[in-house]
């Protein structure tokens, strides 16, 4: 009888370990107006998940959208999971800017007081929504700085309930935190580098993956294909940071 209750166990234990084997993919600086168009890198990821039949998550910077290019949006709009797609788009701020004023550095939601980045959080959402009809719930700020002004302006904007690479006392929404890195330096993929890193820390549980595929080149594209065949063959599932969150939720 004590066998037969330590193999459930262990049979449970192994099954909540294999459900923890999430991988998000979190993808940096969409943009899509006149102005400021679409790289042509995000097309070729979300074309990649689709004959992958998995999703992914890229990042909007709202300010594109005032002058929204029609293409851009048409593809946004065909590619969200909300209407069938492979993609859920998250606010990844207002103008994505970082600045120097009186010999201290400035990002766009580090410095600022709570209500200047409350306003970018409001308006990106409210741009991002009276563009494309769909509403954001999930937020990673430019450069992944961010400081308690961005916590107390989170509330603002109370769709968002999850937040990616978050400053460590942010306790309201759902954290979701770096692990391993794809990318030795911003655009540029190496298979080589993560191999080596996930060999060595052996993660068992979700892991947050930034990558900037706008920037990236056919060497960096296809060093991501093969670290996401490298996680699929060891039995990570890819989920959206809203549908991982539903999914833990459950649990």
């Known amino acids: 009888?004590?066998?037969?209750?330590?193999?459930?166990?262990?049979?449970?234990?192994?099954?909540?370990?294999?459900?923890?084997?999430v991988v998000i993919w979190k993808l940096d600086?969409?943009?899509?107006?006149?102005?400021?168009?679409?790289?042509?890198?995000?097309?070729?990821?979300?074309?990649?998940?689709?004959?992958?039949?998995?999703?992914?998550?890229?990042?909007?910077?709202?300010?594109?959208?005032?002058?929204?290019?029609?293409?851009?949006?048409?593809?946004?709009?065909?590619?969200a999971v909300e209407n069938g797609g492979v993609i859920e788009f998250w606010n990844h701020g207002w103008d994505h800017?970082?600045?120097?004023?009186?010999?201290?550095?400035?990002?766009?939601?580090?410095?600022?007081?709570?209500?200047t980045q409350a306003k970018h959080l409001k308006n990106a959402c409210d741009t991002f929504k009276q563009v494309t009809g769909l509403t954001f719930h999930a937020f990673g700020a430019g450069f992944n700085q961010a400081d308690d002004a961005t916590i107390a302006a989170m509330d603002s904007v109370p769709e968002m309930t999850i937040w990616?690479?978050?400053?460590?006392?942010?306790?309201?929404?759902k954290v979701l935190g770096r692990t391993l890195n794809i990318e030795v330096a911003t655009g540029k993929v190496s298979y080589a580098k993560f191999?080596?890193?996930?060999?060595?820390?052996?993660?068992?549980?979700?892991?947050?993956?930034?990558?900037?595929?706008?920037m990236w080149n056919d060497?960096?594209?296809n060093d991501f294909v093969k670290i996401a065949a490298l996680l699929k063959q060891d039995g990570w599932t890819t989920l959206t940071a809203s549908q991982y969150v539903e999914k833990a939720g459950k649990k």
């Open 1 to 21: 009888m004590r066998l037969l209750a330590l193999l459930c166990l262990l049979a449970v234990a192994a099954l909540s370990a294999a459900d923890d084997k």
């Open 164 to 173: 990616m690479y978050p400053p460590k006392n942010e306790t309201k929404r």
């Open 29 to 79: 600086d969409v943009k899509a107006g006149e102005k400021k168009r679409l790289a042509d890198g995000f097309k070729r990821v979300a074309e990649w998940a689709k004959a992958e039949k998995t999703v992914v998550t890229m990042g909007i910077i709202c300010d594109s959208l005032t002058q929204p290019n029609a293409e851009d949006v048409a593809w946004i709009k065909a590619n």
């Open 195 to 214: 191999a080596q890193d996930y060999a060595a820390k052996k993660p068992a549980s979700m892991m947050l993956l930034q990558g900037h595929c706008g």
């Open 97 to 115: 800017r970082s600045w120097t004023e009186a010999g201290k550095q400035l990002w766009e939601f580090r410095g600022p007081d709570a209500a």
């Open 219 to 221: 060497d960096s594209f």
